[in-house]
């Protein structure tokens, strides 16, 4: 079954690390998303993509980088990790930008 | 830009009560309206969506929403509740060509 994944599901690590979370659909979708969650803030959109080599800011995109090298995978970068990017970060993908399916998440901390 | 508002931060119900989560957004535009539910520990699901049509959608689990475009509002009902509806609800927004806005969602918690 098509499905999309995000790796790791929980990762702590420290103040000034760069670190990756992974997201891998295999829907063949061309639109590719990222969201934090925090509470009392909803889902707010950090990047996305409308498809290989295309990327797009968000809301909230300061600290945070994406690259689209294939269709099926986004993967998030945080350059230098900070406290404030603590958080519960959802990546979805859709055939459109209104309808998306959203990954299990990877709960982040930074210490 | 558009903005979407939920009214209830949280909401506490028996089972079989009656269920209304207010959504209002900003856009004065043709828009397309969504709910998502997020239950413990899991990553968001559809409710149901309106693009066009009739007003009132009907979602799964018994869930419906009513569009009314007058008000702005998009509110999600359900006549009555179960334990298993516990969950974040989310109502979302986009117009156009523009990526969905979400709302800051409502904490629903249903006591058995």
């Known amino acids: 079954d098509a499905e999309i994944t995000q790796s790791p599901r929980h990762k702590i690590t420290e103040t000034g690390r760069q670190v990756t979370l992974a997201c891998h659909q295999t829907?063949?979708?061309?639109?590719m998303f990222w969201y934090r969650q925090d509470l009392g803030h909803g889902l707010r959109l950090i990047h996305y993509?409308?498809?290989?080599?295309?990327?797009n800011k968000g809301e909230v995109s300061d600290g945070y980088s994406v690259s689209r090298s294939n269709t099926e995978d986004l993967p998030l970068t945080l350059e230098s990790a900070a406290s404030s990017q603590t958080s519960v970060y959802f990546c979805?993908?859709?055939?459109?930008?209104?309808?998306?399916?959203f990954g299990p998440g990877t709960r982040l901390t930074v210490t | 830009a558009q903005s979407v508002s939920q009214h209830n931060h949280h909401v506490i119900l028996s089972e079989a009560a009656s269920l209304e989560l207010g959504c209002n957004y900003s856009?004065?535009?043709?828009?397309?309206l969504f709910w998502y539910v997020q239950y413990p520990g899991q990553h968001l699901q559809l409710l149901l969506k309106?693009?066009?049509?009739?007003?009132l959608v009907k979602g799964i689990k018994g869930f419906e929403a009513e569009f009314i475009k007058s008000k702005f509002s998009f509110n999600l009902r359900k006549p009555s509740v179960q334990w298993s509806d516990t969950a974040e609800y989310f109502c979302?927004?986009?117009?156009?060509?523009?990526?969905?806005?979400f709302g800051k969602g409502t904490m629903l918690l249903v006591s058995p």
């Open positions: 979805a993908s859709g055939y459109s930008l209104s309808q998306q399916y």
């Open positions: 829907w063949n979708h061309n639109n």
């Open positions: 993509s409308y498809g290989v080599q295309d990327t």
């Open positions: 856009y004065g535009g043709t828009v397309n």
């Open positions: 309106y693009f066009s049509g009739d007003p």
């Open positions: 979302a927004v986009n117009y156009g060509y523009s990526t969905l806005t």
